[in-house]
């Protein structure tokens, strides 16, 4: 088995190394790109926007095409400029015009250091699907958005019951409006995009920050181009299976390695009243999410209540508005609003295009079901719903294998991740870790929350340990363990 895909992944380098070969010789035939302002809702200082034209299938580079989005942050500093730093801030489903202002924002703690902005000229792009590069649409309806991403079976029959509903919605999918484009939203299209965006620069080689899914764009990006790729930071970092069925269960453990932060921050702060040990606020948890699985509150059952509980984790400034929920919920007191995106469709449908693209999902509802019994017992906090069903079982199979991560290429790779993350746990990363072998160095930090460098991220070890990476080269000599900082 490890042959057979060994011999699929070259295929695949070859052929888009062809490919590669006659766009570049396009490009040099255009005259380069137009930048001008961008759309008002990702206008921001100094950030100027373009389109580059990609095949919709790369088997057929002369066919239909499609307009990426392109944003740019020149550097301020021509005589240190070494290149172009080309980023994703996650998803799948997730813009990234407005990424490199995101990145240089001063209002978070911990923005992208003047030394790089110095180093690179910034580059976003709206991966194909999203935003401003030929949205896809699901037409979900505002029952499915109310859903979120984490329903939670609490028996069998819940999962017959969302079986239904992912069902309808991947029926939805398969007979939008843009329905020719679902079998080539996928990460490996994504990332031959992100090669033409580089020919389409001038670039002989791009560097890379992607965080959370935009680990996997990454790896898959310097798998299939190992030569085009010069240094790639992958933060918070999912397996080598990306959002594969196995990725997609382990959101259950990260849940798991993330909540006794929140417990302990609650049990410091008495005046929520929701417990004054770690303890009590987890068995909190347990009688609030029982307690809404039976009569929902102000809109919010038990699902909701969970995958709000995990939402807010992601970042250690949002514990507050947490525990302050929790309080409204247990006290009766009104909720503050939580108004919908104004993308949601967009969110939603171009993610599970990428999802359920990517790779092949079991089809047995049964499957599901003893899965979901199985994690329910194993991951208490959110462990049936990382095992639920998804409209993933009724997506029509994947038109090409996917990329396997290897250790074939340059050894330019950095990987940084906290331990506690909770929506790619360490162990996803322990194991793209393996999968590139001496390609890779892996910076860990004792933090939680989901992103490891920059914007909330505020271990001075790892932040330093990247910048480094990004403006000199130098990577650790092995793989680095950065203790816990006082906050």
């Keep these: ?39 008002a809702e990702v206008a921001a200082p100094a950030l ?23 944003s740019r942050l020149v550097s301020k500093n021509p005589g240190q400029r070494r290149g172009v730093l080309l980023t994703n801030p996650g998803g799948p489903g997730g813009a990234g015009l407005s990424h490199p202002a995101t990145l240089v924002n001063p209002i978070f703690p911990e923005p992208l250091p003047r030394s790089v902005q110095d180093t690179y000229d910034v580059i976003g792009f709206d991966p194909r ?3 401003r590069s030929a949205p896809v649409t699901c037409d979900v309806t505002p029952e499915q958005i109310a859903r979120r991403n984490f329903p939670y079976p609490n028996d069998a029959a819940d999962v017959v019951r969302d079986a239904t509903i992912s069902k309808a919605l991947a029926r939805q999918c398969a007979t939008s409006a843009t329905a020719w484009m679902l079998p080539h939203i996928t990460t490996a299209n994504t990332a031959r ?29 310097t798998t299939l181009f190992p030569r085009r790729s010069d240094r790639i930071v992958l933060d918070s970092n999912l397996g080598p299976g990306g959002y594969d069925r196995t ?43 029982a307690r809404l699985d039976k009569a929902p509150a102000q809109g919010i059952d038990g699902s909701l209540f969970r995958g709000i509980t995990f939402d807010a984790l992601y970042v250690d400034a949002g514990m507050p508005g947490l525990a302050a929920k929790w309080q409204a919920l247990d006290t009766g007191r009104p909720l503050p609003p939580d108004p919908v995106p104004a993308d949601a469709d967009n969110l939603i449908s171009s993610r599970h295009h990428v999802v359920c693209g990517d790779s092949r999902w079991p089809r047995s509802v049964r ?23 998804t409209p993933c079982a009724f997506w029509p199979s ?47 930090a004792d933090q939680g929350g989901h992103g490891a460098y920059g914007l909330f991220a505020r271990n001075t070890c790892a932040n330093d340990a990247v910048t480094a990476f990004l403006t000199t080269g130098r990577r650790p000599a092995r793989d680095l363990a950065c203790a816990a900082e006082a906050s």
């Design 1 to 39: 088995m490890r042959k057979a895909l060994s011999v699929v992944v070259v295929v695949a380098v070859a052929a888009t190394a062809a490919v590669t070969v006659r766009a570049e010789s396009e490009a040099a035939a255009t005259g380069g790109l137009r930048w001008g302002p961008c759309p």
């Design 398 to 444: 994947p038109i090409e294998p996917r990329v396997r991560i290897t250790d074939r290429g340059p050894s330019n790779v950095l990987m940084v991740q906290n331990l506690r993350d909770p929506g790619t746990p360490l162990a996803g990363a322990r194991e793209l870790r393996r999968a590139f072998g001496d390609r890779a160095r892996m910076v860990t």
């Design 193 to 221: 995009d992100m090669d033409r965006i580089r020919q389409a620069l001038g670039e002989p080689k791009i560097s890379f920050l992607g965080a959370s899914y935009g680990t996997y764009l990454g790896a898959v990006y």
């Design 367 to 389: 499957s599901y079901q003893r899965d979901v019994a199985e994690f329910r017992m194993r991951y208490p906090l959110i462990g049936a719903a990382a095992a639920n069903i």
């Design 48 to 70: 100027e926007c373009t389109t580059v034209r990609v095949p919709l299938d790369y088997r057929k580079p002369e066919g239909r095409q499609l307009d990426i989005a392109v």
């Design 129 to 131: 699907g999203v935003g």
């Design 247 to 289: 990725g997609f269960r382990r959101l259950a453990l990260g849940l798991e390695d993330r909540f006794p932060d929140f417990a302990k921050f609650v049990a410091a702060n008495p005046q929520y009243g929701l417990g004054t040990t770690p303890k009590q606020v987890r068995a909190k948890f347990s009688e609030l999410a």
